[in-house]
Protein backbone atom coordinates (compact mmCIF):
# COMPACT_ATOMS: atom_id res chain seq x y z
CA UNK A 1 0.00 0.00 0.00
CA UNK A 2 2.71 2.33 1.06
CA UNK A 3 4.99 1.43 -2.50
CA UNK A 4 1.48 2.41 -4.23
CA UNK A 5 0.72 5.54 -2.70
CA UNK A 6 4.56 6.71 -3.43
CA UNK A 7 4.11 5.57 -7.28
CA UNK A 8 1.07 7.75 -7.27
CA UNK A 9 2.81 10.65 -5.22
CA UNK A 10 5.46 10.24 -7.70
CA UNK A 11 3.61 10.47 -10.60
CA UNK A 12 1.97 13.92 -9.48
CA UNK A 13 4.95 15.25 -8.82
CA UNK A 14 6.65 14.62 -11.62
CA UNK A 15 3.96 15.69 -14.00
CA UNK A 16 3.52 18.97 -12.11
CA UNK A 17 6.97 20.05 -11.71
CA UNK A 18 7.12 19.36 -15.78
CA UNK A 19 3.97 20.94 -16.65
CA UNK A 20 4.32 24.32 -14.13
CA UNK A 21 7.94 24.85 -15.39
CA UNK A 22 6.74 25.84 -18.85
CA UNK A 23 7.88 29.18 -19.44
CA UNK A 24 6.13 30.00 -22.36
CA UNK A 25 2.77 29.14 -21.22
CA UNK A 26 -0.04 31.31 -20.34
CA UNK A 27 0.42 32.26 -16.77
CA UNK A 28 -3.69 30.44 -16.20
CA UNK A 29 -2.11 26.89 -17.05
CA UNK A 30 -0.09 26.45 -13.80
CA UNK A 31 -3.20 26.82 -11.75
CA UNK A 32 -5.14 24.27 -14.11
CA UNK A 33 -5.52 21.01 -12.72
CA UNK A 34 -3.07 18.44 -14.41
CA UNK A 35 -4.64 15.51 -16.17
CA UNK A 36 -3.93 12.06 -17.61
CA UNK A 37 -4.65 9.76 -19.45
CA UNK A 38 -3.13 6.79 -20.49
CA UNK A 39 -3.61 2.70 -20.42
CA UNK A 40 -0.66 1.91 -18.42
CA UNK A 41 1.60 3.81 -15.98
CA UNK A 42 4.75 1.93 -14.53
CA UNK A 43 7.51 3.53 -12.26
CA UNK A 44 10.90 2.68 -11.84
CA UNK A 45 12.67 4.00 -8.93
CA UNK A 46 15.89 2.38 -9.24
CA UNK A 47 16.06 4.15 -12.98
CA UNK A 48 14.55 7.01 -12.10
CA UNK A 49 11.63 7.30 -14.40
CA UNK A 50 7.79 7.12 -15.06
CA UNK A 51 6.08 5.46 -18.14
CA UNK A 52 2.79 6.39 -19.48
CA UNK A 53 2.17 3.81 -22.16
CA UNK A 54 -1.36 3.95 -24.51
CA UNK A 55 -2.61 6.89 -26.20
CA UNK A 56 -1.41 8.44 -23.96
CA UNK A 57 -2.68 12.16 -23.59
CA UNK A 58 -1.41 14.84 -20.67
CA UNK A 59 -3.49 18.48 -20.42
CA UNK A 60 -2.91 21.51 -18.37
CA UNK A 61 -4.67 24.87 -19.46
CA UNK A 62 -3.63 25.39 -22.74
CA UNK A 63 -0.99 22.43 -22.80
CA UNK A 64 -1.66 19.30 -24.44
CA UNK A 65 0.27 16.32 -25.37
CA UNK A 66 -1.01 13.39 -27.49
CA UNK A 67 2.04 10.38 -27.64
CA UNK A 68 1.76 6.74 -27.23
CA UNK A 69 4.68 6.53 -24.68
CA UNK A 70 5.74 9.29 -22.33
CA UNK A 71 9.02 8.55 -20.19
CA UNK A 72 9.54 11.25 -17.37
CA UNK A 73 13.50 10.93 -16.36
CA UNK A 74 13.80 12.48 -12.93
CA UNK A 75 16.98 12.40 -10.56
CA UNK A 76 16.53 13.11 -6.91
CA UNK A 77 13.04 14.24 -6.86
CA UNK A 78 13.77 16.51 -9.80
CA UNK A 79 12.18 16.11 -13.23
CA UNK A 80 15.30 16.33 -15.86
CA UNK A 81 13.64 15.23 -19.80
CA UNK A 82 10.36 14.14 -20.72
CA UNK A 83 10.59 11.75 -23.80
CA UNK A 84 7.24 11.81 -26.11
CA UNK A 85 7.54 9.09 -28.85
CA UNK A 86 4.43 8.71 -31.32
CA UNK A 87 3.55 8.01 -34.88
CA UNK A 88 3.81 11.25 -34.44
CA UNK A 89 3.65 12.61 -30.84
CA UNK A 90 1.83 16.42 -30.45
CA UNK A 91 2.40 18.83 -28.01
CA UNK A 92 0.68 22.02 -28.30
CA UNK A 93 0.33 25.39 -26.11
CA UNK A 94 -0.06 29.05 -26.02
CA UNK A 95 2.41 31.24 -25.04
CA UNK A 96 -0.26 33.79 -24.55
CA UNK A 97 -3.55 35.40 -25.00
CA UNK A 98 -2.43 37.60 -28.41
CA UNK A 99 -0.45 34.38 -29.92
CA UNK A 100 -2.07 31.59 -31.67
CA UNK A 101 -1.08 28.00 -30.29
CA UNK A 102 2.21 26.55 -30.73
CA UNK A 103 1.61 23.23 -32.68
CA UNK A 104 4.82 20.35 -32.63
CA UNK A 105 4.97 17.05 -33.65
CA UNK A 106 7.78 14.77 -34.66
CA UNK A 107 8.21 10.83 -34.44
CA UNK A 108 10.45 11.55 -30.70
CA UNK A 109 9.95 14.84 -28.62
CA UNK A 110 12.05 15.00 -26.11
CA UNK A 111 12.14 18.32 -23.54
CA UNK A 112 15.38 18.75 -21.47
CA UNK A 113 13.88 21.33 -19.12
CA UNK A 114 17.44 22.10 -17.34
CA UNK A 115 17.85 23.81 -20.50
CA UNK A 116 14.53 25.03 -21.56
CA UNK A 117 14.71 22.99 -24.93
CA UNK A 118 12.72 20.82 -26.59
CA UNK A 119 14.22 18.31 -29.70
CA UNK A 120 11.77 17.03 -32.30
CA UNK A 121 13.35 14.46 -33.89
CA UNK A 122 12.23 12.19 -37.58
CA UNK A 123 9.68 13.95 -39.46
CA UNK A 124 9.57 17.27 -36.98
CA UNK A 125 7.06 19.95 -37.82
CA UNK A 126 6.80 23.38 -35.41
CA UNK A 127 3.55 25.89 -36.43
CA UNK A 128 2.67 29.46 -35.03
CA UNK A 129 0.36 31.84 -36.35
CA UNK A 130 0.34 29.95 -40.21
CA UNK A 131 4.26 29.90 -40.35
CA UNK A 132 5.28 26.41 -40.32
CA UNK A 133 9.05 24.69 -40.49
CA UNK A 134 9.08 21.00 -41.01
CA UNK A 135 12.65 18.67 -41.45
CA UNK A 136 14.08 15.60 -39.89
CA UNK A 137 15.16 17.70 -36.66
CA UNK A 138 14.12 20.68 -34.97
CA UNK A 139 15.57 22.10 -31.78
CA UNK A 140 13.55 24.94 -29.52
CA UNK A 141 15.54 26.93 -27.57
CA UNK A 142 12.35 28.10 -25.08
CA UNK A 143 14.43 30.76 -23.20
CA UNK A 144 16.22 32.08 -26.38
CA UNK A 145 13.37 31.72 -28.39
CA UNK A 146 15.81 30.28 -31.51
CA UNK A 147 14.49 27.75 -34.06
CA UNK A 148 17.27 25.69 -35.66
CA UNK A 149 16.04 23.39 -38.21
CA UNK A 150 18.17 20.62 -40.26
CA UNK A 151 16.92 18.07 -43.06
CA UNK A 152 18.01 14.10 -43.46
CA UNK A 153 21.01 12.80 -44.40
CA UNK A 154 19.42 11.89 -48.06
CA UNK A 155 21.43 14.95 -49.94
CA UNK A 156 17.12 14.90 -51.42
CA UNK A 157 15.96 16.36 -48.19
CA UNK A 158 15.21 20.23 -47.13
CA UNK A 159 13.98 21.57 -44.54
CA UNK A 160 10.77 23.66 -45.89
CA UNK A 161 9.19 26.75 -44.05
CA UNK A 162 5.95 28.81 -45.01
CA UNK A 163 5.66 32.09 -43.53
CA UNK A 164 1.90 33.86 -44.33
CA UNK A 165 1.39 37.16 -45.67
CA UNK A 166 1.38 40.07 -43.13
CA UNK A 167 -1.73 40.65 -42.03
CA UNK A 168 -1.25 44.36 -41.75
CA UNK A 169 -3.41 46.71 -44.06
CA UNK A 170 -1.79 48.55 -46.88
CA UNK A 171 -1.80 52.51 -45.85
CA UNK A 172 -2.78 53.67 -49.23
Not at 64 to 84: E, Y
Amino acid sequence: MQTRLFFLLTILFSCTFFLSHTLHALPSDRQQPIQIESDRAEQDEKKGTTTYEGSVIIRQGSIKINADKVTVFSDTNQVDKIVCVGNPAHYQQRPNPEDGLVLASAKTIKYYLVNDKIFLLKNASLEQNGSVITGEKIDYDLKAEVVKATAGSNTQDRIHMVIPPSNQKDSN
